[in-house]
């Protein structure tokens, strides 16, 4: 499996801790650098404190709580989580959900409406059938599938048939919710509320990310902004570096790491939810900014398949920042990008 979307310059083996100059009668500050895999994706996390055993603690305790996250919450693969038990029972009336899952999906829900059902998260069925995550890992062969065998199963979703009342939802026969396009966001989310929890004080700032999607947490040592390289969606190395500060989440979406090709085609797996194909609207790439990790993500799904103008226009309307690549390698952003955006 290919890992690593974005580049965040991070030591990817085991765990490492360096030990940065402080000024005399000062504690110095210390970089903690280590990376996992993690919900099916590599895991880096970087701290920057004065007490090398905080940050070894937080990053252990990032790590289970996202072990947890995946297991107990949003996987629709593990039979004991929340989803799953949500799936299980489609077409059998209420189940209730945890508060979370219901501001999770409550959002979600929400960017599908403004999205003109663009974001779609009621189409695990159809995610299921082309398998495209299983296909690009290698552990399966791409099977295409028949026009026939999209269109029934592509049926049974549509998040206007879903009832989210207060702590509960009900979804129609035959429809499973696939948080594909938003987990790694919420994970984001929950690792800034968890490294703001007032534990580990030492402590100073962070920068996480769980495959394309990454937060930032307080401050570097030096005072400057996080810097994030953006990978060229069609050739080695970076399209440029994104900055980023305490509080800003970032996600990409692309066509470029989970497909296969099959008779010249290229076949990834973001889907549009009109066709059940995966979505050709003349971008292979989409990095989204804002003060969320839950719509970033999501943004950055729902703007791919929406395409430049639309895409455009709806991240502008949740004030969130955008980097569009073209499939002629071109690339457009909006003003909001433009301010933290640097071509390398
Ligand atoms: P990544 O998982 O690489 O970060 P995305 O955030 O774009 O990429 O999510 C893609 C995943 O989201 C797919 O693997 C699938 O599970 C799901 N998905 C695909 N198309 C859509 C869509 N139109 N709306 C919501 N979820 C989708
Ligand atoms: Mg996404």
Redesign the pocket.
Known sequence: MKYG?ILVYMVTLGVCILTACGSEGTKSVMTHKSSQVAMGTMVSQVYYGTDAQDMENRAACVAGFLDDLEKQGISWRESESEIARINENAGKGRVEVTEAMSSYLETAFEVSARSGG????T?GDV?QLWD??AVAAGEKDFAMPTREELTERLQGSGYEKVALGDGYISLPEGMRL?M??IG?GIACDEIYALCNDGEYATITGGIVSV???IVAMGQKPDGTPYRVSIVHPRKEGSIGVVTMKDGEFL?T?GDY??YAMYEGERYH?????KTGYP?KSGLCSVTVVSDSGLLS?AL??AC??LGEEMGMRLAQEYGAKILMVREDESFVMNAGMEEIFAVQ
Do not use: M, N
């Open positions: 979307k663009a974001f779609d998260i189409i995610v495209l995550d696939d594909g396009a790694k495959g394309g999607s996600s979406s790491e989970r797996h973001i889907l549009d939810p979505a993500d950055s799904t791919f398949v």
